[in-house]
Structure formats: C-alpha cells, structure tokens
C-alpha cells in the first residue's frame, strides 16, 4: 500500500511559468515532509522541507505547501529553468519513534521547456 | 557543505566476486545509510547505521554485508550478487538519527551484476 503518492509521473512547463508538483499521503501520523530533485544516474538532492505546524516554506525559488486536512502537499517552482529538468520525489519522515525510514513517492518527471 | 561522496561510480562484477562500496562523509553526522535504487522506482532503504552501530537491517540478503568503521565512512561488501542485485546504491548521513533529520544523498554507485 503506497502511503505517499505521486499521481503524476510526468509534468512539462514552459520556462519561466510555475511548475506545480503534486504529493498525497494517508498516513496522519506523518509530521515532516521533504522533497527531492534527482538527475538521471545521480543521488537525490535536497531541496526543501516542511514540519506538520507550518503550512508554507520558502527557498528562493522553492516554496512547499501543505495542507493537513488533505493530507496533501506540493513543490512549486517558480520561475521554472530548464536545469530544473529532473524527477522530483517527495518523501514523509514518520513521526514513529525510532523510525530513520523515509517513505518516499513514486516521483514526478518534470520537463521545462526551453 | 553538504557533501556525501561514494567510490566507485561504476561498477561491474561477475557473480563470483567480491567487491565493496565505499562512502564518506565530514559533516560530523552519525547516522549514515544504504538505499537500493532501481529505475523508474523511489529509493529502497537497505541499512542504517547510528553512532556505528548497525540499527536497521531492512531484511536485506547476507550477500551484502554493511561496515562502519568510523564516523565518516561506510562501506558495503558485495559478494555473490545475482544480476537482479543491479542497482544504483546510494549512500546518505543525517545529523543524528531520528526524527526530522534531513538525509544527504551521495552521487551513488551504479551496478551492474553479469
């Protein structure tokens, strides 16, 4: 049973416009959410994190969004860059006492358009 | 700096040999793992190590064999490996182990068993 979801395996933007990536969990014991950016044969590469008490961090031209209701978070970019080419994952770090194991999203390919 | 680095970044072997992963950290974290990549899929934990010591073993076969012999390195002994064992293996540390500590990835190592 998949508890983070990436419905979307692929998203193209034009350059310069938003991309939005979407993520869903089902667990609600879930309290702190990551995503990460990975180039084909390279390791995943942080980009930006939220805990369960905000509901919006900013870096630069990353911003996450979750929404506890929905159990739903999102990645958008903005302005989107050709560099930004790559599969996004998100993953959920469980609240579980003792637990280090990242749950991580089937990951979304995002393509921007030059 | 948050820098993981992993030796070799490739690697082929037959199924009768033995060969190690390396990986290295200097970022003062003591809790390094191993993940299993496959394509198109999110990265699989393998191991976590916590202050050295090997804390999670996520049922994976004794053909591979995971060594901390220091804070900052972490090895993976490979030996009898079935082709299905081709993966990208990726190596990351976190501050401490536990909650809400944001893992860095290494550049991984991609196998290739023959």
């Known amino acids: 049973d998949q508890q983070v979801k990436q419905n979307s395996p692929s998203l193209s933007v034009q350059e310069g416009r938003i991309s939005i990536l979407n993520c869903d969990y089902t667990n609600s014991m879930f309290d702190y959410f990551l995503w990460y950016k990975k180039y084909p044969a390279e390791g995943p590469t942080f980009l930006i994190s939220?805990?369960?008490?905000?509901d919006k961090n900013e870096d630069g031209r990353f911003t996450v969004f979750l929404n506890k209701s929905a159990k739903h978070l999102s990645l958008h970019i903005v302005p989107s860059q050709p560099g930004d080419s790559a599969v996004y994952f998100c993953?959920?770090?469980?609240?579980?006492?003792?637990?280090?194991?990242?749950?991580f999203g089937t990951g979304t390919r995002l393509k921007v358009l030059a | 700096d948050t820098e993981v680095t992993q030796t070799p970044k490739h690697l082929v072997m037959g199924m009768t040999n033995k060969k190690s992963l390396k990986c290295e950290q200097h970022?003062?974290?003591?809790?390094m793992y191993w993940y299993k990549q496959k394509a198109k899929k999110p990265p699989e934990l393998m191991f976590v190590y916590s202050y050295e010591k090997l804390s999670i073993n996520e049922s994976v076969p004794s053909r591979f064999s995971p060594e901390c012999p220091n804070s900052s390195l972490l090895n993976l002994h490979l030996h009898a490996l079935q082709p299905e064992d081709s993966a990208l293996y990726l190596c990351?540390?976190?501050?401490?182990?536990?909650?809400?500590?944001?893992?860095?990835f290494g550049p991984g190592t991609r196998l290739l068993v023959l």
């Open positions: 970022m003062g974290h003591r809790a």
């Open positions: 990351a540390s976190s501050l401490a182990p536990g909650q809400k500590e944001t893992q860095y």
């Open positions: 939220i805990s369960s008490i905000k």
């Open positions: 993953a959920a770090d469980p609240s579980t006492s003792g637990t280090y194991k990242y749950i």
